[in-house]
């Protein structure tokens, strides 16, 4: 996945999601052991559309519209500095074949404190998933999702691999986390 494309998914889907306060929703599953970090410079904001144009390290722009749930959305400026830190998923339980998954979808949003937009957005949630790729020294699984996408994931505790093998649908509980911050141009 190149740069560009963690960049501009990352930035669209977090400046709509933190500031409007709803969870996240990524695509790509990330962990506490693997972050990925992307700055970009608010460019230009376009305060009656309510766009933010954002600017990443290769200069390409991307537009932003942040609706009217946005909060603390005057607060940003043209050569504010937007930092995204997107944090590994990590399942945390499998339950065995044939067993029905525990319902869990759940998630929220943390603001940072003070008149900067920023703050944490984190989901939990279950699927039901085909497992392709077992490594047991990572501990990982590789799986394909009811929709078609295969992800990959780390396995928090390795035990919730017994008895699971290639093939195998499974239901798996995984956590998606994502940071912002907002610094001004001169910090």
Partial sequence: MTSRFIAFHVASMAVAALLMGSPA??????????????????????SSARIVTLKDKDGNLDDVVCGPEVQRFDALKAGDKVTFKYYESVVYEITKP????????????TRTAGTRPGGTIAQTQTA??????IDLKAPSVTVTTSDGRTMGFKVEDVTNLQGVKVGDQVGITFTQAL?????????
Avoid: C, M, Y
Wanted: glycine fraction near 8%; avoid cysteine; charged fraction near 15%.
């Fill in 179 to 187: 940071a912002i911050s907002v610094t001004s141009a001169g910090q």
């Fill in 25 to 46: 929703s990524a695509q790509k599953p990330v962990s506490a052991a693997e972050v990925i970090t992307e700055t970009f410079t608010i460019e230009a904001i376009d």
């Fill in 128 to 133: 039901v998933v085909t497992v392709n790729e």
């Fill in 98 to 109: 044939g067993a029905a998954p525990k319902a869990t979808v759940a998630g929220g949003v």
